[in-house]
C-alpha cells in the first residue's frame, strides 16, 4: 500500500521544529518566524478580514506621492506579466494592498485568495508570502507555491521586490503573482527580473520627483539597489541620496542628508576659491566644519570677522549654525 503524500502544513510544522530550520534556508527561517513569533497554524484557515472602502481611502490617501510616482510603471508593467496570467500588486510599507492589476479573467480567483486592494499580506497575517517576506527581509524574494507557509496559499507563486523612498526608508512592496500551474522556476525568474527593475524604476521616479528642485547627479548603478542617485542644490551641496547612494558613500540613514559638498561625496574635490561663487564656496566651508563659522573661516583662511562680512554679503546671516 502506497503511503499518503505528507500535508503541507505536516511538512512545514516538521521543519519548524527541527533545531536548525532556521539555518536550511531562507524560507524556513520564515516559516520559523511565523509559527513562533507570530504564532501562526499552517493549516489555518484565511481570516477574511480587509479593510473597509472609506479605510482603504484613507491608507491610499496617505500614500497618494508614492501612488502617482508608481502608476505609469504599475502600469507598464502589468502589460508585459497580464497576458500570462498574473496580477500586479503594491502594498504599503505594512503589507496592506494599495493598488492591484489582475486580468479579467483571472480576477475573480485572485480576489477570492485575498490578492485584491485591503487585504493584508504581512508575515503576522499570512505567514510567509511574496510581500510580507519582501517587507521582512528588505530584499526581493520569489516565494513559489509550496514555499509558502500556510497551505491555503500554496495555489499562487509571487515574485516581489521592496521600493525604497526617497530618504532610503523602506515605503512599500511591488508583487508579481500568478495561480497557473504552468508557470515553473524559469518563469518565475523572468518575472522576478521585471518586478525588480519596475521597483527601482518607481524609486528613481519618486527620488526625482521628491527633489524636483534639485540637480540629480546619477554616480553610478548598483546592480540589485539600483541607481546611485544623488540631488545636489545651487551651491553643490548634497542634500539628498537614494538607498543605494547612502551606503555607496556613506551618508547615514537618517532622513535628512547633512549636506556636504559634492565633490567630497564623490571625491574628486579639495576646497574651492573665491573665485568659484563665493556663496556656493562659504556654505561648503560651512558644511565641512559642521556649520562652526570660525572652522570655516580657518578652512578659507580669512578671519572670523571677514567671514561674517561675507557671509552677510551673500545673504547668509542667521543660517549658520
Not at 481570516?47 to 506621492?65: K, V
Not at 509571487?158 to 508583487?175: H, K, N, R, S
Request: hydrophobic letters at 45%.
Amino acid at each position: 500500500m502506497a503511503k499518503a503524500p505528507i500535508r503541507h502544513s505536516d511538512h512545514v510544522l516538521s521543519t519548524v521544529q527541527s533545531p536548525q530550520a532556521a539555518a536550511l534556508s531562507s524560507v524556513a527561517a520564515s516559516w520559523c518566524r511565523s509559527a513562533l513569533r507570530h504564532g501562526l497554524d499552517p493549516a489555518g484557515q484565511r481570516s477574511g478580514a480587509r479593510l473597509g472602502a472609506a479605510e482603504t481611502a484613507l491608507l491610499r490617501e496617505a500614500n497618494a506621492e508614492l501612488l502617482q510616482v508608481a502608476t505609469p510603471t504599475l502600469d507598464r508593467l502589468f502589460s508585459s506579466v497580464g497576458p500570462t496570467g498574473c496580477c500586479v500588486l503594491m502594498s504599503d510599507l505594512h503589507g496592506t494592498v494599495l493598488e492591484t492589476r489582475s486580468p479579467d479573467s483571472e480576477a475573480a480567483l485572485f480576489n477570492a485568495v485575498g490578492l485584491a486592494t485591503g487585504a493584508s499580506w504581512s508575515e503576522a497575517a499570512e505567514g510567509t508570502n511574496g510581500i510580507g517576506t519582501c517587507l521582512v527581509e528588505a530584499r526581493p524574494v520569489v516565494i513559489h507555491r509550496h514555499e509558502h507557509f500556510a497551505s491555503r496559499n500554496i495555489g499562487v507563486s509571487c515574485m516581489d521586490a521592496p521600493i525604497f523612498g526617497p530618504e532610503g526608508q523602506l515605503v512599500a512592496a511591488l508583487d508579481v503573482s500568478t495561480a497557473r500551474a504552468d508557470h515553473g522556476e524559469a518563469m518565475a525568474g523572468l518575472i522576478a527580473a521585471l518586478v525588480q527593475d519596475a521597483a527601482r524604476a518607481i524609486e528613481r521616479d519618486f527620488f526625482c520627483r521628491r527633489y524636483a528642485d534639485a540637480r540629480i547627479v546619477v554616480a553610478g548603478e548598483h546592480p540589485v539597489q539600483g541607481g546611485l542617485m544623488l540631488a545636489v542644490d545651487r551651491d553643490d551641496l548634497v542634500i539628498g541620496a537614494t538607498r543605494a547612494a547612502r551606503q555607496r558613500f556613506r551618508l547615514g540613514s537618517e532622513p535628512r542628508v547633512e549636506p556636504k559638498p559634492l565633490g567630497d561625496v564623490l571625491g574628486t574635490g579639495a576646497a574651492a576659491g573665491f573665485d568659484d561663487g563665493e556663496r556656493a564656496v562659504l556654505r561648503q566651508a560651512l558644511a565641512r566644519s559642521g556649520g562652526n563659522v570660525a572652522a570655516a573661516a580657518r578652512l578659507l583662511g580669512i578671519g572670523r570677522a571677514t567671514m561674517y562680512r561675507r557671509m552677510e554679503r551673500a545673504g547668509m546671516v542667521g543660517k549658520a549654525h
